[in-house]
């Protein structure tokens, strides 16, 4: 079947650095995204890692082992706005040529000063 | 601006009255897909369409329709709402061979 695990709540401190892990297991795996959500807002895209290894984009980084089904999110310098939920998601190729979005439950990060 | 749009953005209601909740995208995207999002459950999608008249079942499709008559637009039928469909709903597309999903703004649904 297809699982995704991510812990339900962080708390953090400005200025600190916050890992929010993902593991997944899935029968197809095309990708794993990471996606922002701010309460009562649509999810924004934030990384994508399709092969093994750290995508950094600012303050923020992916990492991704297909190996071990795992997956993290590394926010640096945090700040007060990024205080949000993190969707971790996991491309399934299905049958039909479809890409399947399949998402965690998301982990909710509270930032305090 | 490139952007996903839906309407109606709150909506109360009742049980068995029939609503249609539109989605329509300006980027010219292949994919169109409609989640819903509840608490501790995380975003499940409901149907999906790879171009128009092509659509299929996501996870949760039971006591929804879906059409895709025209490549921008990709409604969502509650033929006869029940309570158990209170929800945040969000419709998304994407381009066939992209990585990203853009999002609609969501819409809340009451269904009493």
């Known amino acids: 079947g297809q699982n995704i695990d991510q812990p339900t709540e962080m708390t953090a401190t400005e200025g600190a650095i916050v890992q929010i892990n993902c593991t997944y297991q899935?029968?197809?795996?095309?990708?794993l995204f990471w996606y922002q959500q701010h309460a009562g807002e649509a999810p924004t895209f934030l990384s994508y890692?399709?092969?093994?290894g750290l995508e950094e984009k600012g303050r923020f980084s992916s990492f991704l082992s297909r190996s071990k089904g795992y997956s993290y999110l590394l926010l640096k310098e945090l700040q007060m706005k990024d205080s949000a939920s993190y969707l971790c998601?996991?491309?399934?190729?299905?049958?039909?040529?479809?890409?399947?979005?399949?998402f965690g439950a998301g982990t909710r990060l509270a930032v305090h000063p | 601006e490139a952007q996903v749009t839906q309407n109606p953005r709150y909506l109360i209601t009742v049980t068995g009255k029939k609503l249609t909740v539109t989605c329509s995208q300006n980027?010219?995207?292949?994919?169109m897909s409609w989640y819903r999002q509840d608490p501790g459950l995380g975003l499940r999608q409901i149907y999906y369409?790879?171009?128009?008249?092509?659509?299929d079942k996501g996870d949760v499709p039971e006591g929804y329709k879906v059409s895709r008559k025209e490549k921008r637009n990709f409604p969502l039928i509650l033929e006869s709402p029940s309570p158990n469909q209170t929800s945040l709903y969000f419709c998304?597309?994407?381009?066939?061979?992209?990585?990203?999903?853009?999002f609609g703004p969501g819409t809340r649904l009451l269904v009493l």
């Open positions: 890692n399709v092969l093994d």
């Open positions: 998601a996991v491309r399934d190729h299905g049958a039909g040529g479809y890409n399947k979005l399949i």
């Open positions: 369409s790879m171009n128009v008249e092509v659509t």
């Open positions: 980027m010219n995207h292949e994919y």
């Open positions: 899935t029968s197809g795996f095309n990708g």
């Open positions: 998304a597309s994407s381009r066939e061979g992209e990585e990203t999903q853009y």
